[in-house]
């Protein structure tokens, strides 16, 4: 068994590799967004910006108002947990695994538009959701084009 003090000098001795493992993670998932940006005709520095980049794809591919949701699911999910785990409530915690829930089918909606923003089909979503890098690699360097917002496309045709 480790004692405290180990397990301490364990982590410290650990903190270099994760802090340049998550680097390389960001790189690795900024490139593809720097190009997916810029072929739907966003500046592609919004894609560095870890918040704002979300809110721009889910500008170009489906609507703001599902950023402003999702972000708003997320803050109350944290809160929820962290209430959670204070009282130790099995109610809240209940209602944590919904709010997760809900922002799980949000967010593979989102992936669902972006395919479509680029003239794929459900077929191209499950890539995301299960092979997301992959597929944002595809997206960014592949033969895909943007299409546009197919969501605002068909609000106008409504109209």
């Known amino acids: 068994m480790y004692d405290t003090q180990s397990l301490a000098l364990l982590m410290a001795e650990s903190m270099p590799t994760i802090v340049a493992s998550s680097i390389i993670a960001w790189l690795i998932a900024i490139i593809p967004y720097w190009w997916i ?7 592609s520095w919004k894609a560095v910006i870890p918040v704002y980049s979300m ?8 609507k703001v ?6 972000l708003a699911l997320q803050v109350i999910g944290y809160i929820l947990f962290r209430v959670s785990i204070s009282n130790d409530s099995a109610e809240v915690l209940a ?6 829930f809900v922002g799980c089918v949000i967010q593979i909606i989102s992936w669902y538009k972006l395919s479509k923003a680029f003239g ?9 959701l299960f092979l ?3 597929f944002i690699l595809i997206l960014a360097f592949g033969s895909s084009q943007y299409v546009g ?3 605002v496309t068909a609000e106008k045709i409504e109209e």
Do not use: D, R
């Not at 108002?65 to 999702?70: A, C, D, E, T, V």
């Open 65 to 70: 108002l599902m950023f402003w949701i999702y």
């Open 149 to 151: 917002n197919t969501t």
């Open 132 to 134: 997301n890098l992959i």
């Open 37 to 43: 940006f810029k072929k739907a005709g966003e500046k």
């Open 55 to 62: 809110y721009i794809q889910y500008k170009f591919s489906w």
């Open 95 to 100: 209602l944590v695994y919904i709010v997760f």
């Open 120 to 128: 794929h089909g459900a077929g191209f979503t499950f890539g995301l």
